[in-house]
């Protein structure tokens, strides 16, 4: 059974920094792809990030970039998010997704494409 576990997010003043982490199992491929994504309440899941375990390649929305980095524990299934410099727009609920259909690159943050998810977890920024 595939599982993604999200951990750590919670409340962080302005400028401060949080780790998400997101860990998989169930699969043995190497070629899959995990997206973190946030959505705000009555709003779309908006991709973040993406990393695609095969190679590394990684990419960011705009919104992120130069704040937030993905990074892989490959001996463990993880992959993180590093979040700095973050302000009150960043507060939201962040997930991780796994494409594991391996014929997917990284951008791409279609939903469909993301057959798992991992459980919510909640990122309050105050100011």
């Known amino acids: 059974e595939v599982q993604l576990v999200v951990s750590g997010g919670g409340l962080v003043q302005a400028g401060g920094s949080l780790r998400l982490s997101c860990a998989a199992s169930?699969?043995?491929?190497?070629?899959?792809?995990i997206g973190w994504f946030r959505q705000a309440p009555g709003t779309e899941r908006d991709g973040v990030s993406c990393?695609?375990?095969?190679?590394?390649?990684?990419d960011y929305a705009d919104s992120v970039k130069g704040r937030f980095t993905i990074s892989t524990d490959n001996a463990k299934n993880k992959v993180y998010l590093q979040m700095n410099s973050l302000t009150p727009e960043d507060t939201v609920v962040y997930y991780c997704?796994?494409?594991?259909?391996?014929?997917?690159?990284?951008?791409?943050?279609?939903?469909?494409?993301?057959?798992?998810w991992g459980q919510g977890t909640q990122v309050t920024v105050y100011s």
């Open positions: 169930g699969f043995t491929s190497d070629r899959y792809i």
């Open positions: 997704g796994a494409d594991l259909e391996g014929i997917h690159t990284c951008p791409g943050y279609g939903l469909t494409r993301y057959e798992y």
């Open positions: 990393i695609r375990f095969s190679d590394g390649r990684s």
